[in-house]
């Protein structure tokens, strides 16, 4: 096949159909052509000449050129494609190094062979295109809703006609067990658009959180505009949801608006979402009365809240138990996903006997520890002592407020206390060291004898092993996994050292073995409060 006056203009007839077809730029098929017919030259001509063609975008006329680069002298490795500057100087006019010297070849016969490689490279060439035309396409709709029409099932994977691609609905993506036939009408979440080999693939989701919230937003104009904002999302998908919202207008009920007249507008969603029970929950700030939205339609009686452990201990009614904890637990855990905490629940009688625990432990450790009486010690717990370092180490003043006891008195317990503390104290060293603690440990400012001796059954024994503990190992933590919260238990954690305190520490074993110079990290910190005045003007 001779690329002829015949034909020139059929190739440019033929690179604007297969773009109106691909729905991709012209312009994409005619560099594909191009290259195919260079490829097709070289075939001709040998592989190793720089051969390039043109095709004029009006005339259709394919130029065929030879290319050869002027390099240096001791750089000439090809002799098809390249020259010497004294051999171009025999073309053209002071060469230099890098110039390019053209020259014009005769167009090529294609056979058969010639034509198939070239036309696959054509295909391949527009199918590329249109893969990064539906890539570019899509990638910015993550996150948006779009419907679409079935085409086919796959090993329970759907897949949907969206228009100019294709989308895939996982089994675990659809919502119970919805079954889908070729041409039904399908709204899906696109949740991700990911670029591979074989093209853009497109998931789609029917049973992610932010579906729900889309769906809400096209339902409720006030979240259209922003006038109200969708906080958090939790669902059981085809069961029930909970979603908190709050409202910037204080004349808009974020609530009610969700709602609708008569229920209208949360219907819609509803039946969108196979009948799904959406409990539409007030957002706020304070995380205990958030929580006690978020547990409707149960009543809290108590909510203590462990900020640091980003856990909660929640007590209700007894006979609102099952209610708090819903069928199946589901009442709790989509709680617990909406506001990001663990929530223990126990009824009143369940705490007020938790309670009474407590208070006997505590008053037990008092009259075995100082030599008192019941009643004595109750009056201590009572007065809110719950450990013999608070009693040897109040203020004296503290103790003379519970009935009957003096300055004699207040002294007496401190003393009892402190001897029992320092037995304790010496017990504990002597056993770290008989573990081989050593002294470098043993004078580290900040560590009791009884955190020396925990970390000695841990196996750190010198002031390295301890610089190299990271936080967590030391105070514990948590770790989040697949979606659920698993903790992880430190060393003295029984001691109630926080994390930030275990990072001081650590550091500060680090700089006392000239691991960390102070300097240094001085200056850390005040590039990172520069930053952040920077950034809060």
């Known amino acids: 096949m001779a690329i002829t006056s015949a034909n ?8 604007e159909a297969v773009a109106r ?33 043109h095709i004029d975008r009006k005339t259709g006329r394919a130029t065929f050129t030879r290319v050869r680069t002027v390099v240096e002298d001791d750089a000439l490795e090809n002799y098809q494609a390249e020259m010497t500057v004294e051999q171009a100087r025999e073309h053209m006019a002071d060469p230099k190094v890098g110039d390019e010297l053209t020259d014009e070849v005769p167009p090529v016969e294609m056979g058969r062979i010639a034509a198939q490689s070239a036309k696959q490279v054509i295909l391949q060439k527009v199918r590329e295109a249109e893969r990064d035309r539906q890539y570019e396409e899509f990638k910015d709709r993550a996150g948006t809703i779009i419907n679409g029409v079935v085409k086919r099932e796959e090993y329970g994977n759907v897949i949907v006609d969206i228009g100019r691609g294709e989308g895939i609905l996982r089994r675990n993506d659809k919502i119970g067990r919805e079954s889908y036939r070729p041409n039904d009408r399908v709204r899906c979440y696109i949740r991700e658009v990911r670029r591979e080999v074989r093209g853009p693939q497109i998931f789609l989701s029917r049973t992610d959180p932010q579906f729900m919230a889309e769906l809400f937003k096209m339902e409720v104009p006030e979240i259209y505009d922003g006038i109200i904002e969708i906080k958090a999302v939790a669902r059981d998908p085809g069961s029930r949801a909970k979603i908190a919202v709050i409202s910037y207008d204080n004349s808009i009920d974020p609530v009610g608006a969700c709602v609708g007249m008569r229920g209208s507008r949360v219907q819609a969603v509803v039946n969108e979402l196979q009948g799904e029970k959406i409990d539409i929950i007030p957002w706020n700030e304070d995380i205990p009365t958030f929580l006690v939205n978020a547990l409707q339609p149960a009543e809290v009686s108590k909510v203590v809240f462990d900020e640091e452990a980003e856990r909660v201990e929640v007590v209700v009614p007894d006979e609102q138990l099952s209610l708090a904890i819903g069928r199946r637990g589901q009442n709790v855990r989509l709680a617990s996903q909406l506001t990001g905490l663990d929530i223990d629940i126990m009824t009143e009688e369940q705490e007020s006997a938790r309670r009474q625990a407590e208070f006997e432990e505590r008053t037990k450790l008092f009259m075995d520890t100082l030599d008192l009486d019941e009643f004595f010690a109750q009056l201590l717990v009572s007065e809110g002592f ?37 037995a304790l104290n010496k017990k504990a060293l002597d056993h770290a060291r008989e573990l081989g603690v050593e002294d470098s440990l043993v004078d580290f400012e900040g560590l009791t004898p009884q955190m020396i001796e925990a970390l000695a059954e841990d196996g750190v024994k010198t002031l390295e092993d301890f610089a190299t503990c990271a936080d967590w190992e030391l105070a514990g933590g948590w770790t989040t996994v697949d979606g659920e919260r698993h903790k992880d238990d430190g060393v003295l954690e029984k001691f109630e050292v926080s994390l930030e305190e275990a990072q001081n520490m650590v550091m500060t074993a680090r700089i006392q073995l000239g691991w960390v110079d102070p300097d240094e990290l001085t200056g850390d910190e005040e590039d990172e409060a520069i930053t952040e005045d920077e950034a809060g003007e």
Do not use: C, F
């Open 386 to 422: 719950t450990s013999l370092e608070e009693v040897a180490y109040v203020d004296a003043n503290e103790l003379m407020v519970i009935d009957g006891v003096d300055d004699d008195t207040a002294a007496e317990l401190q003393a009892r206390a402190k001897d029992y503390l320092d």
């Open 8 to 15: 020139q203009l059929e190739l440019l007839q033929t690179a």
């Open 21 to 53: 077809e691909k729905m991709i730029d012209p312009g994409l098929v005619v560099e594909a052509m191009e290259e195919s017919l260079a490829r097709a030259a070289k075939s001709r001509y040998g592989s190793e000449m720089d051969i390039r063609v």
